[in-house]
């Protein structure tokens, strides 16, 4: 089974910027898709970022476009957001996802994903 585990989130202000980290266990990293989730407080998990085995294609929510970025290392495991201009609405518990299934379902599909992280918390604040 994968394990992943997020890192990197905490309290910053309006207009500020944080970099989430997502640690993945294994040694068929570069075989999965993965995609970036958050959810609110009292509001459904919805989808963020996803990003391909081989970086040749990224997806991102509208209300995120042009100020988040999504990245991977294939060689560290690791999976990357880095929020920029960040908004009191981007606040939630952000969590990272692995797919290591091949399929032709939307990367903005929840179920798609097989592994998910404990998740960490982003608080923006005006």
């Known amino acids: 089974q994968v394990q992943l585990v997020e890192s990197g989130g905490g309290l910053v202000q309006a207009g500020g910027s944080l970099r989430l980290s997502c640690a993945a266990s294994?040694?068929?990293?570069?075989?999965?898709?993965m995609g970036w989730f958050r959810q609110g407080s009292g509001k459904e998990r919805e989808f963020v970022a996803a990003?391909?085995?081989?970086?040749?294609?990224?997806s991102y929510a509208d209300s995120v476009k042009g100020r988040f970025t999504i990245s991977r290392d294939n060689a560290k495991n690791t999976m990357y957001l880095q929020m920029n201009n960040l908004k009191p609405e981007d606040t939630a518990v952000y969590y990272c996802?692995?797919?290591?299934?091949?399929?032709?379902?939307?990367?903005?599909?929840?179920?798609?994903?097989?592994?998910w992280g404990q998740g960490t918390q982003v608080t923006v604040s005006s």
């Open positions: 996802a692995a797919d290591p299934t091949r399929t032709i379902a939307s990367v903005r599909n929840r179920a798609r994903y097989d592994y």
């Open positions: 294994g040694r068929t990293f570069s075989r999965y898709v």
């Open positions: 990003i391909t085995r081989n970086s040749d294609s990224t």
